[in-house]
């Protein structure tokens, strides 16, 4: 049942598992064979996965609490144009080792892709200027290979991972073969590359931590054909259009912004204060809120979480990643056209009111929408992106085509959206990652991945205490967190995120020892 069977003292369990003050295990309010409450926070995939293994494991108090008015967290598939798009989570990144390509397979949901965000798409400059085709083969391969052999080359490299590539791709250069290459284009090339790794390769992405990232083999751009990535989110809950929850119908309170968690009690519950005025009664929390929400509510906990854990919200990075759609009356493009990525001259870098148009690396046509355009941007000016008007929007999509693009007779954008992860309450980014100060202070997804224990006994008969003068002591998982900034292989990803939910409910059902 989970307890301590040693001839350690209450105060030598406390030092060792014990994450509150108080010195005195807790009394539970219920028997250990009672069946728990247990509250989720986040709709997300990782909450979701959560909710259904705990549902598998035979659960039955099982509640999500989603602060917006849906469900899926960062996968948001919406109606758009003639079809669908998805504004976060777009492509199952690989087969083998993936729980979303094995829930998902013989269903026949996806589509491989031949596109290849390097090789099948051009690269031009702002004055239009287009690199030649031999030439991009050779930087692709220059780059393909260093990302190929960088794990032992990363174990020891103290810098960022934008200051590892910058080195590697020099001595690269520097070698007889590549002495042809102009290096002025050379220059442009990685600085898109970059952008296309992450908005913090240049600034405090970790390159020793970031080399624990583990892809999984084989296609790394499944799509989701014409119906996004909300079909995965129906086949993870056992929903259908009809009915979006599925098997968790009635479990989820979608708009209910969590203000508080108290969770040191005296009786070993946690007590939940939502902004609606709701309010909720746990014996477990598994928090998978995003970790930009866990960094911009640092009040959230009371008292406040372990040092432990605060440390590894605070220092673990969090980037920035803006999906950007333009939808045209017709498009102005040809049908085999795969779109470019955009290498900014340095005149171009700094226009008035338009800054924020260099963090635009790339534009390419979406799949299964014959008339939009999807951009991608990742840096500095993320933000500005997501909220600017979008009469400006408009007009500095409009300019980067026609500069890019000197050729093609671009038209005016029917409609202009982007996504708003960066400004939206519910997520505050778009994704984890390894920083500089994750590794300075010796923390990172492990850490945070860690629960929230408590020392905890059963309320028991008095005679019983006094005959025997000793109490089953129990080390309790109070707080859990999941959630795909919780996974030191597969962070960013929903796979990953899928994981972790599955991760915590197993947590409890062998602290409960349920079966597996």
């Not at 998902?104 to 596109?115: A, C, E, P």
């Not at 405090?204 to 996004?228: E, H, I, K, V």
């Not at 999509?397 to 005016?412: A, E, G, N, S, Y």
């Amino acid at each position: 049942m989970g307890s301590c069977c040693s001839k350690k003292t209450h105060r030598q369990l406390h030092n060792r598992y014990h994450a509150s003050k108080a010195k005195t295990p807790k009394k539970l309010s219920q028997s250990f064979h009672s069946e728990p409450n247990i509250v989720i926070l986040g709709a997300g995939a990782a909450g979701l996965a959560c909710a259904m293994e705990l549902k598998k494991q035979g659960f039955q108090h099982v509640r999500i609490l989603e602060m917006s008015d849906r469900i899926g967290g960062r996968i948001r598939t919406m109606k758009f144009a003639d079809n669908y798009i998805d504004v976060g989570a777009q492509w199952v990144n690989g087969k083998h080792g993936n729980v979303v390509y094995q829930m998902v397979k013989g269903l026949n949901l996806l589509d491989t892709s031949s596109w290849d965000a390097y090789i099948n798409v051009e690269w031009i400059r702002s004055n239009g200027q287009m690199m030649p085709r031999s030439m991009l083969v050779k930087l692709v391969m220059v780059m393909r290979r260093i990302v190929r052999n960088q794990n032992e080359d990363l174990i020891d490299c103290d810098g960022t991972y934008g200051e590892y590539l910058v080195e590697k791709f020099a001595e690269a250069l520097s070698k007889p073969d590549m002495k042809h290459i102009d290096r002025e284009w050379a220059v442009d090339f990685l600085r898109t590359f970059k952008k296309m790794e992450g908005s913090a390769v240049d600034t405090d992405m970790n390159a020793a931590d970031y080399g624990s990232f583990r892809p999984c083999q084989g296609d790394g751009t499944l799509n989701w054909r014409d119906q996004g990535y909300k079909q995965f989110l129906r086949v993870l809950v056992d929903g259908n259009e009809m009915n979006e929850h599925g098997l968790l119908q009635g479990c989820i309170d979608l708009n209910s912004r969590v203000l508080k968690i108290d969770w040191d009690r005296i009786d070993g519950t946690i007590h939940i204060t939502c902004e609606n005025k709701n309010q909720y009664l746990a014996d477990h929390v598994v928090v998978t809120a995003s970790l930009g929400v866990l960094k911009k509510n640092p009040r959230l906990f009371f008292p406040n979480l372990p040092l432990a854990k605060r440390k590894a919200i605070n220092f673990m990075g969090f980037g920035h990643v803006c999906k950007i759609f333009a939808e045209f009356e017709e498009p102005f493009w040809k049908d085999d056209w795969t779109g470019f990525n955009a290498m900014w001259c340095a005149d171009d870098l700094n226009q008035p009111q338009l800054e924020w148009l260099s963090d635009i690396y790339s534009i390419q046509p979406y799949a299964h929408q014959p008339r939009v355009l999807l951009g991608w941007a990742a840096g500095p000016n993320t933000e500005v992106i997501e909220s600017i008007d979008s009469k400006l929007l408009t007009l500095g999509i409009m300019l980067m085509l026609r500069k890019f693009l000197p050729k093609m007779k671009v038209t005016q954008p029917k409609c202009v959206v982007t996504s708003h992860w960066s400004i939206d309450p519910a997520h505050m980014g778009s994704y984890s990652y390894p920083s500089m100060l994750t590794k300075s202070y010796n923390t990172g997804p492990d850490q945070l991945a860690q629960p929230v224990n408590v020392l905890a006994y059963e309320p028991t008969t008095p005679s019983y205490v006094s005959l025997l003068d000793i109490r089953p002591i129990t080390v309790r998982p109070l707080i859990l967190f999941a959630g795909e900034a919780t996974s030191s292989d597969h962070y960013s990803t929903v796979h990953g995120a899928v994981e972790t939910g599955i991760r915590e409910a197993r947590r409890l059902a062998g602290y409960y020892q349920k079966d597996l």
